[in-house]
């Protein structure tokens, strides 16, 4: 069953998956926006190539909490796995079909194909002083989840839009990938976006179409006698 949405594929990680995305996603750009300054070149190529830097941050962030991954072929590049779920982050181009023509290349299409990894004996966090796994409910509800696996794993999208200049967007839902190879997102939903400078209150100044207009009062002064020309 496809999930409705990123929050529903990756259960209960859903809410520290969300901040790491955000956290790691808004420092790299802040260090790839400070390298494209220092450079002072014109052009935006070296900026855009963050995309990869965006991949192994995420990959390293995810896998030192526990979580496993998935190698991408031909490729051969890693992706983290949460919840038997692929976290794929893909910083968009500036145009209209950037989600649709994200399985463009051979690496991202095969991921829509993706086999989960070996089951894992231990859920993420037990190794940091987390003895809530002698439950045996928790434990039973580990083996229901590896008896249930996927035969493929859904894909959680990431995408980030951004410029030099400023990161405009993050975003995540549930890429799908019809007969035509076209990527559409299900459940799409804002993780982050700029909080708007714009101061929103509202001046008491009476605009310019409204009131009597005031006329600024004007005091006639004595001019001293001037000898003739």
């Known amino acids: 069953m496809i999930p409705t949405s990123p929050a529903n594929a990756l259960g209960p990680y ?7 995305l955000i956290d790691v996603v808004r420092s790299r750009h802040e260090r790839s926006a400070e390298a494209h300054q220092v450079m002072e070149t014109r052009y935006a190529i070296a900026y855009g190539g963050m995309w990869r830097d965006l991949l192994d941050d995420i990959h390293e962030a995810l896998t030192g909490r526990g979580f496993q991954s998935h190698k991408m072929l031909p490729g051969g590049y890693q992706v983290p796995v949460v919840n038997n779920c692929l976290v794929y982050v893909c910083r968009l181009p500036d145009s209209p079909d950037a989600v649709s023509s994200f399985a463009s290349s051979p690496t ?7 086999q989960p990894p070996e089951a894992m004996l231990f859920k993420p966090g037990y190794f940091e002083g987390d003895e809530s796994h002698n439950d ?19 894909v959680v999208l990431v995408t980030v839009q951004s410029s030099p200049l400023q990161l405009q967007s993050i975003r995540w839902g549930i890429a799908m ?3 035509s190879g076209a990527v559409n997102l299900r459940g799409q939903e804002l993780l982050w976006e700029p909080e ?8 008491e100044v009476e605009s310019f179409d409204q009131g009597t207009p005031v006329v600024p009062p004007v005091e006639l002064r004595e001019q001293k006698d001037r000898p003739d020309a």
Do not use: C, W, Y
């Open 14 to 20: 859903a809410r520290v998956i969300r901040q790491v």
């Open 108 to 114: 991202r299409k095969n991921g829509f194909t993706a």
């Open 136 to 154: 045996a409910s928790e434990e039973s509800e580990l083996h229901r989840a590896l008896r249930a696996v996927p035969d493929t794993m859904p």
């Open 177 to 179: 990938l019809d007969e």
């Open 196 to 203: 708007s400078g714009v101061d929103t209150e509202v001046s």
